[in-house]
């Protein structure tokens, strides 16, 4: 069983892109998290792009053959119907993940199209989300 995990725009830059949110962790260092989240049970796949299309097109590809999957749309969180729309011809289980806890920021952070689809929402634990909604993903999917 594999597990989708998809960061949207300006994550490749985590470590770098304002540690005082996003802490000093990189984006490998959160998929190497995952990859020990998920044990010898699941696999991950573990991607990033700073495009809408290639996630829409990611989602797709999800169809099928993930038994779940952990999104952090980042900015595209607060703006595309397009994602929320992939998302729901999507089957199994969705967990939306932020790093930052984005309802303590500015106010445009506040709403989510995505939460609209999610089966559950993570944020403000920084990298060990990710590990918890894969965690979330294993117990709910079996061995
Ligand atoms: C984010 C929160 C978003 O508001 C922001 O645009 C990001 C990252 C987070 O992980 O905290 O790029 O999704």
């Known amino acids: 069983k594999t597990i989708h995990v998809l960061n949207g725009p300006n994550l490749n830059l985590l ?11 990189t984006l490998a260092d ?3 998290l995952c990859r020990k989240a998920a044990g010898d049970t699941h696999d991950v796949r573990f991607r990033q792009s700073n495009w809408e299309g290639q996630i829409v097109d990611w ?3 999800a ?6 999957i952990v999104i952090n749309p980042a900015a595209l969180t607060h703006s595309s119907i397009a994602i929320l729309d992939a998302l729901t011809a999507f089957d199994g289980p969705v967990i939306e993940v932020h790093l930052s806890q984005v309802h303590r ?11 609209q ?6 944020a403000g634990l920084g990298p060990q989300g990710y590990a918890a909604a894969i965690r979330h993903i294993v117990a ?3 061995d």
């Not at 920021?105 to 939460?115: C, L, N, W």
């Open 15 to 25: 470590g770098q892109r304002e540690p005082a949110i996003y802490g000093h962790q």
């Open 30 to 32: 959160i998929e190497t």
């Open 59 to 61: 989602i797709h590809e």
């Open 63 to 68: 169809r099928g053959s993930a038994c779940g």
């Open 105 to 115: 920021r500015e106010a445009f952070r506040h709403h989510s199209y995505v939460s």
């Open 117 to 122: 689809r999610a089966d559950g929402v993570i």
């Open 140 to 142: 709910l999917t079996g």
